[in-house]
């Protein structure tokens, strides 16, 4: 039987999945795990050693961390050639392992696990801005960073806060460029799509607000979200 299983087989031998987890934060891995039980299938995504992304089946970020540790038994791959710009995960990876491990211990004991994740005790693996995190909340946008008129990311030292903006001040710095060309002045706001992502840029007297959003998600529709959370009454 399958529930008879005991332990992962992969790429690192004798070691369970929590333990390559770990081993992978330690080492400052950014890659994959692919990992296979049965007929299921997750993928865990590392960036600098936490996990920033996961999937398995229908689920996505800390809901598929804990399905896939779930499983008994399995195996699993190592794949440092495959990275993702998506992030659904902002917690500490130590944190979604001991997460995982108490609704184990908790299902095991016939105790109902609580609906709607973590709760508000629960520590971020990152800090961010109190704008950036109220945007993250809205379906569809995948990270948001607060960055001053220089281009450092504010109150957040993640490479996707990096990442993202270098592509909000690049985007600020190239539509001002053409506003002067165009007599228009200094764009206000901007908006990229892309078939692998899409982004907005929103600039105000001291800071750039950088958001990605998700590519498959109607642009203009979560715009009006943000306006609302960034609005809040308007």
Known sequence: MADNISGFQGAVAGLSLTDVIQLKGHNKYTGCITVNYSNSEGVIYFADGEIIHAVQGNETGEEAIYQIIKWPGGNFNIHPEMTSNVCTIHYRTDFLLM???????????GVAAPEGGPGPSVTPRRTMSKVAARLQDINGVTYAVLLDKAGTPLQDSSIEATALANKGIFLATTGNKLGELMGLGDVKAAAVQTHDFH????DSKQHYLSIAVKPEFNLEHVEGEIKSALMPGK
């Open 99 to 109: 997460e995982a491990l108490r609704r184990l211990d908790e299902e095991r004991a």
């Open 199 to 202: 982004m907005l840029m929103y």
